[in-house]
């Protein structure tokens, strides 16, 4: 089965990172390593999706950008809607073979 992701990101003046041991990264680090708006990350799964941050033109540049990779609970269900104040920056599918570590057991499964 093939895996996606989605990745939203919000925009806080509070450090988010902070308090797993990062720097954290604002909106104005983001854009400079990109040169501009769009971009490659790195995801959690080895794989760097383009990204554009354009919804967010207009923002503060020193608040920090809180990037999330999110994929459903189950494989093959759709994803939860956003809470907040995040906003998708793009959707993809990982390579084949992709294994992701789920938290919950499938309740589809007998």
Same mark, same amino acid.
């Given at each position: ?21 990062? /720097?954290?990264?604002?909106? +104005? ?14 995801? /959690?799964?080895?794989?760097? /999706? ?7 033109? +207009? ?21 939860? /809607? ?29």
């Amino acid at each position: 089965m093939t895996e996606r992701v989605r990745v939203a990101a919000e925009l806080s003046a509070f450090n988010y990172a902070a308090r797993f041991g990062y /720097p954290g990264r604002t909106l +104005g680090d983001y854009l400079a390593d990109f040169g501009g708006w769009d971009g490659y990350v790195e995801d /959690p799964f080895g794989t760097r /999706p383009w990204i554009s941050l354009r919804a967010f033109d +207009g923002a503060d540049l020193s608040l920090f950008l809180k990037l999330m990779f999110i994929v459903p609970e189950v494989a093959g269900v759709d994803f939860r /809607p956003l809470s907040g104040d995040a906003i998708i920056l793009a959707e993809y599918t990982l390579p084949a073979g992709t294994v992701i570590a789920r938290d919950h057991p499938d309740p589809y499964d007998d």
